[in-house]
Structure formats: structure tokens, C-alpha cells
């Protein structure tokens, strides 16, 4: 049975401590750096309650405890994880259209991202409406990016274009959407 232990209790160790190396490049964004010296101090006394567990004898109190820190810091690396892979995939995206430079490129793009059902929104400023970005999602199939505070002028072009086609093909705008949220 100590052998058994032994094995699960290093399998999720190992794991964790490879999250927490492999996350640690997100440590500076929204908080994680609480989260991930959370998770090493979980780990680093699991690790010390599986030696206690190896000397001691059969100690299922040592045991459950080590077992739980250890799954709590995995977890809170596979969350961190969930986040890192969201956010690779979301600047994945967006290297694609900053690449493109002028309305006509973006012309072409957005095209092409209406043949395949992968229309975009670019929302600009500090921060942008997030119901009306759920309803651009769940509603219109719209997916939406918040770009910050610095307008570019190609991108603006691509949200004209998504307008235009939300007025031809739902004889709505964003504007309208808008005002419907607010009207509520």
C-alpha cells in the first residue's frame, strides 16, 4: 500500500512542479504570482509530508494531508494553465491581424473570416462593454478582442465591416445592440 501511495503521491508532484515551472511566465499578469507562490508552498510541504509519510509508518493522516496539498497546488496550476493556453491562443489570433496594415488587407480578412464563420470584434479604450460582447458572442457568433487604449485604424476598418454585416444579414448594428443593452 506504501508502495502505491508513494508512486500516486510522486506522479502529482512531479506534474505539479512541471505546471508551476511552465506557468511561471505568467506570473506578473492579473495576480498569478500570488497563485503560483501559493501553489510552490503547497507543493514544497507536500513534499516534506511525503518524507515524513516515507520514514513514519503507516501515517494515513500524513498520508491525506500531503495527498491534498499536492492536488490543491495541481489545481490551482491547471488553472493558471487554463489561462496561460487562453492567452496564447487569444495573441495567436491577434498577431495575425496586427500584421495587416491597411483597410484593404483587412478587407480580404474579414472575407475570408466570414466564409469560415470567424468573425471578430475589436473593442478599443480602457475597457469594453462585456454585455455587448456576450451578445456579439452568444447571439451573432462574433468573437471579441479588447485592444487597450490605442485605436488602429486597419481594425477599425474590420468593425466597420462586421457592422455592415450585421445590418445586412440581422438588420441590426453595433450601435443598435448597444442601445438595446442600455434601454434594458
Do not use: H, P, W
Not at 507543493?43 to 499536492?70: H, P, W
Not at 495575425?96 to 478599443?124: H, N, P, Q, V
Amino acid at each position: 500500500m506504501k508502495l502505491k501511495t508513494s508512486i500516486i503521491i510522486s506522479i502529482i508532484s512531479s506534474l505539479g512542479i512541471y505546471l508551476l515551472f511552465s506557468n511561471s511566465d505568467v506570473r506578473n499578469i492579473n495576480n498569478f504570482n500570488l497563485l503560483l507562490n501559493i501553489s510552490a508552498i503547497l507543493i514544497v510541504i507536500g513534499i516534506i509530508g511525503f518524507i515524513i509519510y516515507l520514514i513514519a509508518k503507516e501515517s494515513r493522516k500524513i498520508k491525506n494531508i500531503t495527498i491534498g496539498l499536492v492536488f490543491i497546488s495541481l489545481v490551482i496550476n491547471s488553472y493558471v494553465g487554463f489561462y496561460k493556453y487562453q492567452m496564447n491562443k487569444t495573441n495567436k489570433i491577434l498577431s495575425e491581424y496586427y500584421e495587416l496594415k491597411t483597410c484593404k488587407e483587412m478587407e480580404t480578412r474579414f472575407a475570408s473570416d466570414l466564409k469560415k464563420g470567424e468573425i471578430k470584434y475589436f473593442f478599443f479604450g480602457i475597457g469594453y462593454d462585456t454585455e455587448l460582447a456576450k451578445i456579439l458572442d452568444d447571439k451573432y457568433k462574433i468573437e471579441t478582442f479588447g485592444m487597450g487604449c490605442i485605436i488602429q485604424s486597419e481594425m477599425i476598418c474590420y468593425n466597420e465591416l462586421v457592422d455592415k454585416f450585421l445590418k445586412e444579414k440581422y438588420n441590426n448594428s453595433i450601435n443598435g445592440i448597444y442601445k438595446e443593452i442600455r434601454i434594458e
